[in-house]
Structures are given as structure tokens and as C-alpha cells.
């Protein structure tokens, strides 16, 4: 099982940057493919960005791709996410989330965080 825990959300202006982080905690935090998600209000959960275990796949929703970077750190038991150019539309509440298939997918994610608010001012 693995704790996860974000970090490094705010309020930004439309244009600007934030980078999130998710501390893990618990065994064997590289075997676990790990996803971003968000969720703006009133509206369902929706996938971002994943990274495979090894952190050499990565998978982005259309939404943010080339805007958003993933990445993570696995001596640090940390993944990342870069997000450049922000929109208002961004704006949502961020989950990480660890998928013990490993491979950077965009569902079955089995531990999530407790998430963290990303406000884009216009």
C-alpha cells in the first residue's frame, strides 16, 4: 500500500506556473505508475497526466499536452507536475494517484491523495 500526499497548489495568474508535488510513503513507490487527475467544480474527475514506473512512458490528456509535464523522482518517492500557460479553465482541485500495474495508464489507479486546490485567475 502507498500513502500519498500533494503539495504546491495556489492561486495563479492566466499565463503563469505551478508545479505540484506527491510525496509517497510506503514500500516500493518505483513499481507504481503514477497519474495526475483533477476535478473542477461540478464536474466529474478527469485524467491529466501519467508515468509509468520507470518514468520513461508518459501519457497526457489532450487538454494539457504541451502545457503540462510530468515527472518523477524515485529516490525521492516524489512525481511532479510542471504546469506552464495555465487557463482558467484548469482550475480544479489536483489528486495524485498510484496504479500498481506500473505502466502509465489512464484508469485503474488504485491509491489516491487527498488533492490539492490549483486556482487560475483571468
Known amino acids: 500500500q502507498v500513502q500519498l500526499v500533494e503539495s504546491g497548489g495556489g492561486l495563479v495568474q492566466a499565463g503563469g506556473s505551478l508545479r505540484l508535488s506527491c510525496a509517497a510513503s510506503g514500500r516500493r513507490f518505483s513499481v507504481y505508475g503514477m497519474g495526475w487527475f483533477r476535478q473542477a467544480p461540478g464536474q466529474e474527475r478527469e485524467f491529466a497526466a501519467a508515468i509509468s514506473s520507470s518514468g520513461g512512458t508518459t501519457n497526457y490528456a489532450d487538454s494539457v499536452k504541451g502545457r503540462f509535464t510530468i515527472s518523477r523522482d524515485n529516490a525521492k518517492n516524489t512525481v511532479y507536475l510542471q504546469m506552464n500557460s495555465l487557463k482558467p479553465e484548469d482550475t480544479a482541485v489536483y489528486y495524485c494517484?498510484?496504479?500498481?500495474w506500473g505502466t502509465g495508464r489512464r484508469t485503474g489507479y488504485d491509491y489516491w491523495g487527498q488533492g490539492t486546490q490549483v486556482t487560475v485567475s483571468s
Open positions: 494517484a498510484a496504479d500498481p
